[in-house]
Protein backbone atom coordinates (compact mmCIF):
# COMPACT_ATOMS: atom_id res chain seq x y z
CA UNK A 1 0.00 0.00 0.00
CA UNK A 2 1.24 3.42 -1.03
CA UNK A 3 1.07 5.65 1.90
CA UNK A 4 0.94 8.75 1.29
CA UNK A 5 0.83 12.48 3.07
CA UNK A 6 -3.04 12.51 2.74
CA UNK A 7 -4.12 9.54 4.40
CA UNK A 8 -0.96 9.71 7.43
CA UNK A 9 -3.03 12.96 7.97
CA UNK A 10 -6.18 11.43 8.39
CA UNK A 11 -5.17 8.59 10.55
CA UNK A 12 -3.20 11.69 12.84
CA UNK A 13 -6.69 13.39 12.73
CA UNK A 14 -8.59 10.74 13.57
CA UNK A 15 -6.01 9.51 16.81
CA UNK A 16 -6.49 12.76 17.43
CA UNK A 17 -10.60 12.86 17.41
CA UNK A 18 -10.29 9.52 19.52
CA UNK A 19 -7.86 11.24 21.89
CA UNK A 20 -9.71 14.13 22.49
CA UNK A 21 -13.10 14.14 23.41
CA UNK A 22 -14.00 14.18 19.68
CA UNK A 23 -13.60 17.75 19.08
CA UNK A 24 -11.23 20.14 17.33
CA UNK A 25 -12.09 23.68 17.33
CA UNK A 26 -9.91 26.63 16.14
CA UNK A 27 -10.13 30.41 16.46
CA UNK A 28 -13.40 32.21 14.99
CA UNK A 29 -12.02 35.58 15.05
CA UNK A 30 -9.13 37.17 14.32
CA UNK A 31 -7.55 38.84 17.02
CA UNK A 32 -4.69 41.15 17.60
CA UNK A 33 -2.09 38.87 19.47
CA UNK A 34 -3.58 35.75 18.59
CA UNK A 35 -0.97 32.69 19.42
CA UNK A 36 -1.72 30.27 16.76
CA UNK A 37 2.03 30.95 15.54
CA UNK A 38 3.60 29.78 18.81
CA UNK A 39 1.30 26.90 20.16
CA UNK A 40 4.61 24.54 19.39
CA UNK A 41 6.85 26.56 21.68
CA UNK A 42 4.01 26.90 24.37
CA UNK A 43 2.72 23.43 24.49
CA UNK A 44 6.88 22.49 24.84
CA UNK A 45 6.91 24.47 27.84
CA UNK A 46 3.88 23.14 29.57
CA UNK A 47 4.41 21.33 33.51
CA UNK A 48 5.66 18.40 33.37
CA UNK A 49 2.78 16.53 34.52
CA UNK A 50 0.36 17.90 32.28
CA UNK A 51 2.71 16.95 29.43
CA UNK A 52 2.84 13.52 30.84
CA UNK A 53 -0.71 12.76 31.78
CA UNK A 54 -2.79 14.90 28.83
CA UNK A 55 -4.35 15.99 31.40
CA UNK A 56 -5.19 19.55 33.60
CA UNK A 57 -7.29 19.89 36.15
CA UNK A 58 -8.25 23.31 36.20
CA UNK A 59 -7.02 25.82 33.65
CA UNK A 60 -7.64 29.31 33.64
CA UNK A 61 -7.44 32.01 30.43
CA UNK A 62 -7.91 35.28 32.02
CA UNK A 63 -7.14 37.17 28.60
CA UNK A 64 -8.91 35.04 26.08
CA UNK A 65 -9.31 37.12 23.28
CA UNK A 66 -9.51 34.86 20.28
CA UNK A 67 -9.08 31.43 22.32
CA UNK A 68 -6.20 30.02 20.46
CA UNK A 69 -4.49 28.02 23.06
CA UNK A 70 -7.69 27.22 24.98
CA UNK A 71 -9.33 25.63 21.82
CA UNK A 72 -6.10 24.12 21.13
CA UNK A 73 -5.38 22.11 24.67
CA UNK A 74 -9.01 21.48 24.75
CA UNK A 75 -8.76 19.77 21.56
CA UNK A 76 -5.38 17.93 22.97
CA UNK A 77 -5.58 17.37 26.77
CA UNK A 78 -8.68 16.28 28.99
CA UNK A 79 -9.67 19.37 30.82
CA UNK A 80 -11.69 19.06 33.84
CA UNK A 81 -12.52 22.52 34.44
CA UNK A 82 -11.88 26.03 32.61
CA UNK A 83 -12.70 29.65 33.50
CA UNK A 84 -12.09 32.09 30.29
CA UNK A 85 -12.56 35.51 30.59
CA UNK A 86 -11.52 39.09 29.18
CA UNK A 87 -12.84 42.62 29.91
CA UNK A 88 -13.96 42.87 26.43
CA UNK A 89 -18.25 42.15 26.73
CA UNK A 90 -18.35 42.29 23.05
CA UNK A 91 -15.87 39.76 22.47
CA UNK A 92 -17.23 37.41 26.01
CA UNK A 93 -21.07 37.61 24.56
CA UNK A 94 -20.10 36.22 21.44
CA UNK A 95 -18.49 33.68 23.71
CA UNK A 96 -21.61 32.83 24.99
CA UNK A 97 -23.74 32.69 22.25
CA UNK A 98 -21.52 30.41 20.71
CA UNK A 99 -22.32 28.45 23.61
CA UNK A 100 -25.90 28.85 24.01
CA UNK A 101 -27.30 29.78 20.55
CA UNK A 102 -24.91 28.52 17.70
CA UNK A 103 -27.99 27.77 15.04
CA UNK A 104 -29.39 30.87 15.92
CA UNK A 105 -25.66 32.82 15.41
CA UNK A 106 -25.30 30.68 11.90
CA UNK A 107 -28.73 31.68 10.48
CA UNK A 108 -28.10 35.33 10.88
CA UNK A 109 -24.30 34.99 9.58
CA UNK A 110 -25.73 32.97 6.67
CA UNK A 111 -28.07 35.84 5.92
CA UNK A 112 -25.77 38.54 6.26
CA UNK A 113 -23.17 36.54 4.03
CA UNK A 114 -25.28 35.42 1.00
CA UNK A 115 -26.19 39.37 1.26
CA UNK A 116 -23.36 40.59 0.98
CA UNK A 117 -21.47 38.71 -1.29
CA UNK A 118 -23.73 38.81 -4.12
CA UNK A 119 -23.25 43.08 -3.87
CA UNK A 120 -20.53 45.21 -5.84
CA UNK A 121 -17.75 46.27 -4.46
CA UNK A 122 -19.86 50.06 -3.68
CA UNK A 123 -22.80 48.43 -2.51
CA UNK A 124 -20.67 45.84 0.12
CA UNK A 125 -19.00 49.27 1.67
CA UNK A 126 -22.47 50.25 2.17
CA UNK A 127 -23.80 47.16 3.67
CA UNK A 128 -20.19 47.56 6.23
CA UNK A 129 -20.84 50.66 6.96
CA UNK A 130 -24.83 49.91 7.94
CA UNK A 131 -23.66 46.74 10.09
CA UNK A 132 -21.21 48.81 11.98
CA UNK A 133 -24.19 51.92 12.22
CA UNK A 134 -26.22 49.33 13.81
CA UNK A 135 -23.51 47.78 16.28
CA UNK A 136 -22.33 51.07 17.42
CA UNK A 137 -25.58 52.33 18.07
CA UNK A 138 -26.52 49.58 20.85
CA UNK A 139 -23.27 50.01 22.59
CA UNK A 140 -24.10 51.13 26.42
CA UNK A 141 -27.98 50.05 25.15
CA UNK A 142 -27.50 45.92 25.55
CA UNK A 143 -28.21 43.29 28.41
CA UNK A 144 -24.36 41.44 28.31
CA UNK A 145 -25.71 39.26 30.91
CA UNK A 146 -28.49 37.71 28.44
CA UNK A 147 -28.20 35.71 25.26
CA UNK A 148 -31.86 36.67 23.41
CA UNK A 149 -32.08 37.67 19.45
CA UNK A 150 -30.47 40.97 20.24
CA UNK A 151 -27.29 39.65 22.02
CA UNK A 152 -27.37 36.79 18.67
CA UNK A 153 -28.14 39.46 16.14
CA UNK A 154 -24.71 40.98 17.65
CA UNK A 155 -22.40 38.59 18.31
CA UNK A 156 -23.16 37.76 14.38
CA UNK A 157 -22.68 41.62 13.45
CA UNK A 158 -19.00 41.10 15.30
CA UNK A 159 -18.41 38.06 13.81
CA UNK A 160 -19.29 39.37 10.48
CA UNK A 161 -16.99 42.63 11.18
CA UNK A 162 -14.21 40.99 12.64
CA UNK A 163 -13.84 39.03 8.81
CA UNK A 164 -14.84 41.94 6.71
CA UNK A 165 -13.06 44.42 8.16
CA UNK A 166 -9.45 46.20 7.79
CA UNK A 167 -7.13 44.06 9.18
CA UNK A 168 -9.04 41.97 10.63
CA UNK A 169 -8.66 43.43 13.83
CA UNK A 170 -11.78 44.05 16.28
CA UNK A 171 -10.81 47.36 18.03
CA UNK A 172 -12.71 50.03 20.05
CA UNK A 173 -12.32 54.02 19.96
CA UNK A 174 -12.39 56.04 23.10
CA UNK A 175 -16.22 56.14 23.04
CA UNK A 176 -16.36 52.16 22.82
CA UNK A 177 -17.37 52.05 19.13
CA UNK A 178 -16.07 50.39 16.57
CA UNK A 179 -14.33 52.55 14.25
CA UNK A 180 -12.29 50.43 11.71
CA UNK A 181 -13.13 50.74 8.06
CA UNK A 182 -13.66 48.00 5.66
CA UNK A 183 -11.78 45.72 4.88
CA UNK A 184 -10.59 44.75 0.70
CA UNK A 185 -10.97 40.91 1.15
CA UNK A 186 -12.36 39.36 -2.26
CA UNK A 187 -14.53 36.39 -1.00
CA UNK A 188 -14.01 36.52 3.18
CA UNK A 189 -15.30 33.42 4.50
CA UNK A 190 -16.87 35.40 7.32
CA UNK A 191 -17.93 31.55 9.03
CA UNK A 192 -17.29 28.66 9.55
CA UNK A 193 -20.40 26.36 10.22
CA UNK A 194 -18.53 23.20 11.47
CA UNK A 195 -15.61 24.85 13.40
CA UNK A 196 -18.70 27.31 15.31
CA UNK A 197 -20.35 23.90 16.54
CA UNK A 198 -17.25 22.35 17.37
CA UNK A 199 -16.35 25.59 19.78
CA UNK A 200 -19.59 24.92 20.71
CA UNK A 201 -19.10 21.69 22.22
CA UNK A 202 -16.03 22.42 23.53
CA UNK A 203 -17.67 25.77 24.81
CA UNK A 204 -20.34 23.20 26.81
CA UNK A 205 -17.58 20.71 28.60
CA UNK A 206 -17.20 22.59 32.13
CA UNK A 207 -16.52 26.07 30.90
CA UNK A 208 -17.08 29.24 32.34
CA UNK A 209 -16.88 32.34 30.61
CA UNK A 210 -16.83 35.66 32.09
CA UNK A 211 -16.68 39.30 31.11
CA UNK A 212 -13.59 40.73 33.99
CA UNK A 213 -10.84 42.39 34.81
CA UNK A 214 -7.97 39.58 34.83
CA UNK A 215 -7.69 41.01 38.70
CA UNK A 216 -10.78 40.06 39.99
CA UNK A 217 -9.57 36.26 38.53
CA UNK A 218 -6.72 35.33 40.94
CA UNK A 219 -9.91 34.41 43.66
CA UNK A 220 -10.55 31.38 41.18
CA UNK A 221 -7.58 29.72 41.43
CA UNK A 222 -5.65 27.15 43.53
CA UNK A 223 -2.71 24.95 44.05
CA UNK A 224 -4.72 22.76 41.16
CA UNK A 225 -4.85 25.64 38.16
CA UNK A 226 -2.68 26.37 35.38
CA UNK A 227 -2.68 30.04 34.31
CA UNK A 228 -1.95 31.07 31.26
CA UNK A 229 -1.63 35.03 30.33
CA UNK A 230 -1.28 36.87 27.57
CA UNK A 231 -2.10 40.23 28.35
CA UNK A 232 -1.83 43.13 25.61
CA UNK A 233 1.49 43.10 24.32
CA UNK A 234 4.30 46.01 25.85
CA UNK A 235 4.24 48.12 22.54
CA UNK A 236 7.27 47.18 20.22
CA UNK A 237 7.62 51.25 19.78
CA UNK A 238 6.32 54.16 21.08
CA UNK A 239 3.66 55.17 18.16
CA UNK A 240 2.60 51.01 17.38
CA UNK A 241 0.70 51.44 20.88
CA UNK A 242 -3.03 52.88 21.08
CA UNK A 243 -5.37 52.98 24.13
CA UNK A 244 -9.13 51.82 23.78
CA UNK A 245 -11.92 51.74 26.14
CA UNK A 246 -11.60 48.09 27.19
CA UNK A 247 -7.90 49.37 27.57
CA UNK A 248 -6.52 46.83 25.33
CA UNK A 249 -2.71 48.30 25.84
CA UNK A 250 -1.01 47.91 29.04
CA UNK A 251 1.22 50.51 30.30
CA UNK A 252 4.79 49.34 31.93
CA UNK A 253 2.64 50.25 35.05
CA UNK A 254 0.03 47.73 34.29
CA UNK A 255 2.50 45.33 33.75
CA UNK A 256 4.10 45.92 36.95
CA UNK A 257 0.34 45.23 38.71
CA UNK A 258 0.44 41.95 36.73
CA UNK A 259 3.76 40.96 37.94
CA UNK A 260 2.71 41.14 41.43
CA UNK A 261 -0.48 39.42 40.25
CA UNK A 262 1.85 36.36 38.91
CA UNK A 263 4.22 36.35 42.26
CA UNK A 264 1.21 36.45 44.80
CA UNK A 265 -0.05 33.12 42.53
CA UNK A 266 3.42 31.68 42.48
CA UNK A 267 2.95 31.97 46.83
CA UNK A 268 -0.46 29.90 46.15
CA UNK A 269 1.62 27.27 44.03
CA UNK A 270 -0.97 27.98 40.90
CA UNK A 271 1.46 27.43 37.73
CA UNK A 272 1.61 30.07 35.71
CA UNK A 273 2.70 30.77 31.89
CA UNK A 274 2.89 34.57 30.68
CA UNK A 275 3.45 35.39 27.22
CA UNK A 276 4.78 38.98 26.24
CA UNK A 277 6.53 40.65 23.47
CA UNK A 278 10.51 41.04 23.67
CA UNK A 279 11.34 44.63 24.10
CA UNK A 280 14.66 44.17 23.04
CA UNK A 281 13.16 43.58 19.25
CA UNK A 282 13.07 47.29 19.28
CA UNK A 283 15.80 48.49 21.86
CA UNK A 284 18.55 45.84 22.51
CA UNK A 285 19.20 46.92 25.92
CA UNK A 286 15.36 47.26 26.84
CA UNK A 287 15.43 44.93 30.03
CA UNK A 288 12.04 45.70 31.51
CA UNK A 289 10.98 42.24 31.55
CA UNK A 290 14.66 40.70 32.61
CA UNK A 291 14.20 42.89 35.46
CA UNK A 292 10.54 42.30 36.64
CA UNK A 293 10.56 38.89 36.11
CA UNK A 294 14.15 37.87 37.58
CA UNK A 295 12.83 35.25 39.77
CA UNK A 296 10.98 33.39 36.74
CA UNK A 297 12.33 31.67 33.74
CA UNK A 298 12.40 33.48 30.84
CA UNK A 299 12.37 32.15 27.55
CA UNK A 300 12.76 33.83 24.25
CA UNK A 301 11.27 32.14 21.12
CA UNK A 302 10.53 33.00 17.42
CA UNK A 303 7.27 34.11 15.95
CA UNK A 304 5.78 35.81 12.53
CA UNK A 305 4.03 39.00 13.87
CA UNK A 306 3.09 41.75 12.01
CA UNK A 307 5.01 44.72 13.18
CA UNK A 308 3.42 48.15 11.03
CA UNK A 309 0.13 49.48 11.30
CA UNK A 310 -0.54 48.45 7.84
CA UNK A 311 -0.59 44.88 8.51
CA UNK A 312 1.38 43.69 5.44
CA UNK A 313 4.77 43.50 6.28
CA UNK A 314 5.42 39.90 8.50
CA UNK A 315 8.87 39.60 10.25
CA UNK A 316 10.01 37.03 12.44
CA UNK A 317 10.63 38.74 16.07
CA UNK A 318 11.36 37.18 19.33
CA UNK A 319 8.81 37.05 22.31
CA UNK A 320 9.08 35.59 25.32
CA UNK A 321 7.55 32.85 27.31
CA UNK A 322 7.77 33.31 31.10
CA UNK A 323 6.99 30.26 33.46
CA UNK A 324 7.21 30.07 37.27
CA UNK A 325 7.76 26.64 37.43
C1 LIG B 1 -3.07 39.64 23.30
S1 LIG B 1 -4.83 39.53 23.50
C2 LIG B 1 -5.03 37.82 23.79
C3 LIG B 1 -4.89 37.04 22.52
C4 LIG B 1 -5.21 35.55 22.65
N1 LIG B 1 -4.18 34.85 23.38
C5 LIG B 1 -5.37 34.92 21.28
O1 LIG B 1 -4.67 33.93 20.95
O2 LIG B 1 -6.21 35.41 20.51
C6 LIG B 1 -5.13 40.33 24.98
C7 LIG B 1 -6.57 40.34 25.49
O3 LIG B 1 -6.58 40.94 26.79
C8 LIG B 1 -7.80 41.63 26.98
N2 LIG B 1 -7.60 42.55 28.10
C9 LIG B 1 -7.02 43.78 28.13
N3 LIG B 1 -6.98 44.28 29.37
C10 LIG B 1 -7.54 43.35 30.19
C11 LIG B 1 -7.77 43.26 31.59
N4 LIG B 1 -7.43 44.25 32.40
N5 LIG B 1 -8.38 42.16 32.07
C12 LIG B 1 -8.75 41.15 31.25
N6 LIG B 1 -8.55 41.17 29.90
C13 LIG B 1 -7.95 42.26 29.39
C14 LIG B 1 -8.07 42.27 25.64
O4 LIG B 1 -9.46 42.55 25.50
C15 LIG B 1 -7.55 41.17 24.67
O5 LIG B 1 -8.61 40.34 24.24
Given at each position: ???????????????????????????????????????????????????????????????????????????????????????????????????????????????????????????????????????????????????????????????????????????????GKFNVPRGKYKNPKIYDKDNIFEVHKILNDNVII????????????????????????????????????????????????????????????????????????????????????????????????????????????????????
Amino acid sequence: MIINKKYLKIKYMQTRLVESKNFYGKPFLKWAGGKTQLLDEIEKRLPKEILENKKIESYHEPFIGGGSVFLYLKSNYEIENSIISDINPELILTYKIIQKEPEKLIKYLKTMKQEYLKLDKEKQNEYYLSVRESFNENVGNINYEKTGKKQIKRASQLIFMNKTCFNGIFRLNSEGKFNVPRGKYKNPKIYDKDNIFEVHKILNDNVIIKTQDYLDSEKEMDKNSFVYLDPPYRPLTRTSSFTSYYKTSFDDNDQKILCEYIQRLTKKNVKVMLSNSDPTNADENDDFFEKLYSEQKIDKVKARRNINSNGGKRNKINELIITNY
